[in-house]
């Protein structure tokens, strides 16, 4: 059973980054660069909290221990775009892969950049919309897994499903008080 985050501080830094699985082919001599793109690009989330009370400490580091082994759903924040516009939708028809896919609901006209996760199974895959024709979305990366009809589409608060980076990592209430925390979830799945 997966952990699920606790809300992070106001103020928190998130880097997301994109991890490409694409592999670059590079003559020696002389000659074009190929790109073979492969499936299984994944999301990196890190963070930087700022400095919190030991009541706002205490889940967040919890929630890091407990994920060095299990798994953690963490909600993405999206700096600079309104959420509280939309919610969550449904896959309006089934695809099997590719970066195209078609919703229905979801609240407000979706836009180029924003973030959204897919739930199928228990499980949360991150996704960010490339383009937007009416209710088709281009997306990257590519699906992941087939969706279908009906399948959870939350445009509102996206997830990211993955086990906290690092083997081993240090975190205590007084560096919380002191420093702030810093750590890294990369996607599973």
């Known amino acids: 059973m997966a ?10 830094k998130t ?7 694409a592999v670059d082919h590079k003559p020696f001599l002389s000659g074009p660069i190929q ?11 890190a963070v930087d909290c700022r400095k919190m ?16 082994s299990d798994l953690v759903i963490m909600a993405v924040p999206q700096p600079g775009i309104d959420t509280s516009k939309w919610s969550a939708g449904t896959i309006a028809a089934a695809a099997t892969g590719g ?3 078609t919703i229905s ?4 006209a979706k836009v180029v950049g924003q973030l959204f996760s897919i739930e199928k199974a228990s499980i949360h895959y991150l996704h960010q919309i490339t383009a937007v024709t009416g209710n088709n979305l281009t997306i990257q990366p590519a ?8 399948d959870t589409v939350d445009f509102k608060t996206p997830k990211i499903m993955g086990f906290v980076s690092g083997n081993s990592q240090s975190w205590s209430v007084g560096i919380a008080e002191n420093l702030g925390l810093s750590f890294q979830i990369d996607e599973a799945y």
């Open 3 to 12: 952990i699920t985050f606790p809300s992070l501080p106001f103020g928190s």
């Open 15 to 21: 880097d997301i980054t994109l991890n490409s699985s």
């Open 35 to 45: 790109r073979i793109a492969r499936l299984g690009d994944k999301w990196s989330v």
């Open 53 to 68: 009370f030991a009541r706002q400490a205490g889940p967040v580091i919890a929630a890091l221990i407990g994920g060095l």
């Open 99 to 101: 970066r195209q896919i």
């Open 105 to 108: 609901g979801g609240g407000a």
């Open 143 to 150: 699906l992941k897994t087939p969706v279908a009809v009906g």
